[in-house]
Each structure stands twice: as structure tokens, then as C-alpha cells.
């Protein structure tokens, strides 16, 4: 009689009958970038998370480096006086988030460097696009994000990650970075991008929610799959390197499809909803949130993630730390 409880009997047993192994390998860290000096304050909605100075951001990815994470996806928290229409400060040397990234990539060349690509953070419009009569324009917003990039590039960040939904992006920025010369530099492309209230604490984090409507016009309708893996073909012909489905844990089987699909890393962003919900609910004590946590991380590369953006990226490396 076949018992498939025998291969359960003993820890042992557990462990080498076991499909699927988290490592810290697995995991990038998304981080929030303040202007100025010494300056920290935690995220309400994030327990835990931190907007940080680039004098803290340094110590941060200097610790996170010594615990083992490698990758960090770095946002910046921009001062509504600095934001406008069309997003200059975006592609402008002199904003304090582009001379981060170059001070962090100097100090840490072996830290991967993830920057976002998006209109969003710097537009006075909360939205991912230029906005004209209420309509987000996409073609005129391609400008700006070649701007973007190639500013971004130039402080020698490794991969762009173009978060907006924006149609043709990927290929657009790749021809681009390779006119200028920036063949090395890679684009994590945020593919199936649905349009998710698991997003409400980053919109806390940074300030970018949208000032009018929704962005339902750019990001997916969550009933749709098979319209993810037509995104995902359109990014991996324009070019990709990666591709990203967004958010993880109610998003699952497009990971799968695309792990299926297409044989470039796949990358799943565990996003600050996500984070929010088993913090908030480990701390009423309705639930183990670190048990939770690696529960959830766990099902991400089971559903086939190569890639795991996550605000839980410390806490999960130390938790593998202390297991193994
Ligand atoms: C926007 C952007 C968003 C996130 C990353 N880039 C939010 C949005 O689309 O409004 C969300 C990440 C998270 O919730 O952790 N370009």
C-alpha cells in the first residue's frame, strides 16, 4: 500500500524528501531612500521598515551584505516640493537619489543594485505617466523614462527596474542604454504588474499615491492570466533579463505560468501589503508571523520565483540562519 505519510515519519526523512529550499540567495531587498543626513523614520503601515538617509542606507546595505543578501531595490521618498508634472527631478545628477545610488554602488560594487523606473515617486500627479485630461499618456512617457534610465544608469546601478506598465517600455530602454553604451546594464521588468490594494503601505512609504482615479488603465485587471503571458512575451522579445509578477502571494499560478513559459529568471515581489498583513496580525498574536513569513516566502519558490523581492529579507535571512 503506498503511505505517503512514511516519507513524513522523522525530520530526517522531511529533509531529503523536501522539493523546494529557501536560501538568502533568493531574496532582494527593497529599500526606501530619504534626502539628507542621519535622518530615519520607521514606515507606520510597515512595522520594522525604514525610510533611511544615504549616511544610514550605507550602514543598512553594509549589514544586510554581512547577513548575505546581495540584491537591494533601492525607491526614493520625494518631497512634494520637489515633484512637478513630468517628473524632472527624476533624471536631474543632482537629486540626492541619484547621487546615492552612485555612492552606494562606489562604496559596495558587489551589492546589486536595483533602481525603479517609474514616474510615480517624483510626479505631482501621483500617477506612473505623463497625465493629460485625465488620461495617462504612454508614448510621451517613454521620454521621460529614457531620461530616467539613463541617468540612472550613469551611477553605475546594475539592473533598471522599469515598474510603471507603460506598453513597449522594455524595448524602448533597452535600445537606449545600448545606444549609449550601457549593454552591461540589466532590466528587471515589473511583466504582469496588476492593479492591487496590496500596495497601499509603499504608497504610505513614499507618498505616491495617486491624486485622482486609480491606475487601472496601466496596471492588470487581477481576474486576467492570460494576459500576463502576452506581457511576459512582449518584455522577453523587447529584452528582459528578468521578469517580475507583482504581487506574490494572490499571484501564484502567474508565477508558475511564467516560470513555464519563459526561460529567464522569474522574480516575484512580496509586496508591502503582503508584509503589512502577517506583521499586523503576528502582532495581535492571531498568528506565528515568523512561521508565517517563511511560509510564505517558501510558496513563492515553490510556485517557481527565482527571484524574491521582500521586505522580510533580513528577518527571513536570520531566521535561515538560525535553522540550519
Ligand atoms: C510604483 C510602484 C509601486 C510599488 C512599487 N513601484 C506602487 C504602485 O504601483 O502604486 C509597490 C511596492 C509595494 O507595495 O511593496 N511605480
Known sequence: MRRPRRNRASEAIRDLAQETTLTKNDFVFPLFLLEGKNKKSEVESMPGIFRLSEDLMLKEVEACLK????????????????????????????????????????????????????????????????????????????????????????????????????????????????????????????????????????????????????????????????????????????????????????????IQRLKSNFNIPIAAYNVSGEYAMIKAAGSKGWLDADKAMMESLLSMKRAGADIILTYFAKEAAAHLDQHQ
Open 67 to 254: 547577513l548575505g543578501i546581495k540584491g537591494f531595490d533601492i525607491f526614493p521618498v520625494v518631497d512634494e516640493s520637489h515633484k512637478d508634472k513630468l517628473a524632472t527631478k527624476s533624471y536631474d545628477s543632482e537629486f540626492f537619489y541619484l547621487k546615492s545610488l552612485t555612492k552606494i554602488k562606489k562604496e559596495f560594487p558587489e551589492a546589486l543594485v536595483i533602481t525603479d523606473v517609474a514616474m510615480d515617486p517624483y510626479s505631482s500627479d501621483g500617477h506612473d505617466g505623463i497625465v493629460e485630461d485625465g488620461k495617462i499618456l504612454n508614448d510621451q512617457t517613454l521620454d521621460i523614462l529614457g531620461q530616467m534610465v539613463l541617468a540612472q544608469a550613469d551611477t553605475g546601478a546594475d539592473m533598471i527596474g522599469p515598474s510603471d506598465m507603460m506598453d513597449f517600455r522594455v524595448g524602448y530602454l533597452r535600445n537606449i542604454l545600448d545606444e549609449q553604451g550601457f549593454t552591461d546594464t540589466g532590466i528587471m521588468s515589473y511583466t504582469a504588474k496588476y492593479a492591487s490594494a496590496f500596495y497601499g503601505p509603499f504608497r504610505d512609504a513614499l507618498d505616491s499615491a495617486p491624486k485622482f482615479g486609480d491606475k487601472k488603465t496601466y496596471q492588470m485587471n487581477p481576474a486576467n492570466s492570460r494576459e500576463a503571458l502576452l506581457e511576459a512575451e512582449l518584455d522577453f522579445n523587447e529584452g528582459a533579463d528578468v521578469l517580475m509578477v507583482k504581487p506574490a502571494l494572490a499571484y501564484l499560478d502567474i
